[in-house]
């Protein structure tokens, strides 16, 4: 097993800003990203040009989940790091035949590395598309559907933060919802946007 594992890189359309995720392997040293370790997962990607400036930050996901299927709502919604980078000139990266990379490199330790495990835990949605024009539809959908928008104010979530990036053939709709604590994950919100996510065509795990 790698330390971390490296998945589905996007490039923006302007080939400036790069968004990837980052999940546990044999290590979950994650934090702000030392110039070391930021060097290099970009070397992972064969990307010769060095970022200007990046973000790390941790999520619980419902796409990279290893037991979806089972348990409560911890292993419905896994931990991750969400990577993202900004270039002063444009950036190509090829995609990863499996979706992901193993990297056998960690962050230096700082107190961020530990911040993942504590609340409020951000929450970020992530959905697979066969094409750009579904994952906007159901990006609009998120945003406006009136079921969804009363669950939203039920849980004190601010308006989704909605991105959609092409990884390989497929588009993916990365959102950040809000977050909280337990009840947050256990209430209806999260849980409405990914079951809408799924009936727009939407592959909603990584392993689907």
Known sequence: MSMLYLWHPAVSADGTVLDMILTRGDS???GGGADRF????LRTLDIPVPAEKWSIRPFRCNFYSEYWTQGDWKSQW??????????????TVEPLQQGYLGID??????????SYKYEPFACLVVAAFPSQQQAEAAAGRIAED???????QIAAAPD?????????????????????????????YPKMVVSLLEKS???IHAES
């Open 105 to 114: 490199d960690i962050d230096d330790y700082s107190p961020l590395v530990e």
């Open 78 to 91: 896994d931990f991750v790091w969400r990577m993202t980078l900004h270039f002063k000139r444009p950036v």
């Open 201 to 203: 065509g939407g592959v």
């Open 160 to 188: 989704p933060a909605t991105a959609v990036l092409r990884v390989g053939g497929d588009f993916h709709l990365r959102g950040v919802l809000g977050g909280g604590d337990d009840n947050f994950f256990k209430g209806d």
């Open 28 to 30: 979950d040293q994650v």
């Open 146 to 152: 009136r079921d969804l928008r009363e669950a939203r």
């Open 38 to 41: 930021v060097g290099a997962t």
